[in-house]
């Protein structure tokens, strides 16, 4: 018996260890009844017995108790039913693949958001990569063209490198939303998921790219891949970092022009929802409703597998059993 599976042992039904509260009445009356059955005999002293030898039967005789009670302790264990469970999950998971596409344009760098808008961005991307846990995400960035930054992928670890790793800057500037989009869409194409999303965020006006943004809302369609779009800036003027002739940066308040119209059409279309963040806390906010309206399905099926010990243990009680007989009715038999 390998004794190493005590160490996780369980046992069915440990009531039956009440009954080992009987060991010491079993004792006492073996004790009562040896002293019952010995013979008395009076003399007037002892002196003339001491030395002699005492028999090696009285000296064992005890040992019939022993084999008793290791009988009956091994019994109750037994009935207590010692097991060991192998327990193993079964993980359904209906995943759902998502692109970021976020803006890297030279107007995300204006500080409206705290430190600034792309940082902003890609605080609570990060942390919405942290939330969705079974889900394969990807990254594209757009300005005057884009940029698959990382294909969709489980290991957020690397994902989240990319997004640190984003600038403003990285590509010809410019805001081409429609190449966001169409990259974004390709990224998706092949995807076998049951739900495709993506979630734009941008703070312009589309004005460059070799595809219209309309054009991309139509690609979109055809793949059955919903759009969420997230309008970045406040409302009316914010401030921008301008380099000087004498290479300094001053902020200067210019005029926040955002294609809300657009935005609304490409969300509504595809099933989507728009969302206009002005400040960093309501950026935070959106990102955590899309998260509670895209959940993913994930099912946990938990399958336990007992194995019983108790076989060994009544072996045991049986042998110690015969062994007490053979020995009571062999060795250490009692003459009438």
Known sequence: MDFS???????????????????????YWYIARQQRRQAAMEMSSLQGLKGLPVSWKVTMRPVLLVLRLLAFTAL??????????????????????????????????AQDLQPDRLEAAKKVAMNFVDSRISDRIGLVIFS???????????????????????KSGMLQDGTAIGMGLATSVDRLRTSKAKSKVIILLTDGVNNTGLIDPLTALEISKAFKIRVYTIGVGTV????????????????????????????KKISAETGGKYFRATNNKELE??????????????????????AEHFFPLAMLALACMLLEVVLRYTA???LP
């Open 285 to 306: 906010n959106i990102y955590g409703e899309i998260d509670k309206l895209e959940k993913t399905k994930v099912e946990i099926t938990s399958y336990k597998r007992f």
């Open 5 to 27: 599976i005590w160490k996780s042992i369980e046992f069915a039904h440990p009531a039956f260890f009440g009954l080992l509260a009987l060991i010491p009445v079993m004792i």
């Open 332 to 334: 250490f038999r009692s």
């Open 76 to 109: 109750v264990v037994a009935l207590a039913r010692p097991q060991t469970n192998n327990t193993s999950e079964s993980i359904d998971s209906e995943g759902i693949d998502i692109v970021m596409a976020i803006d890297i344009s030279g107007s995300m760098l």
């Open 236 to 263: 009316g003027k914010a401030p921008f970092p301008m380099t000087m002739p004498d290479g300094s940066i001053q902020m200067q308040m210019q005029d926040v022009q955002l294609d809300e119209p657009l935005m």
């Open 144 to 166: 005057g063209e884009s940029f698959t930054q990382c294909p969709i992928t489980t290991d957020h670890g690397v994902l989240k490198n990319q997004i640190a790793l984003v």
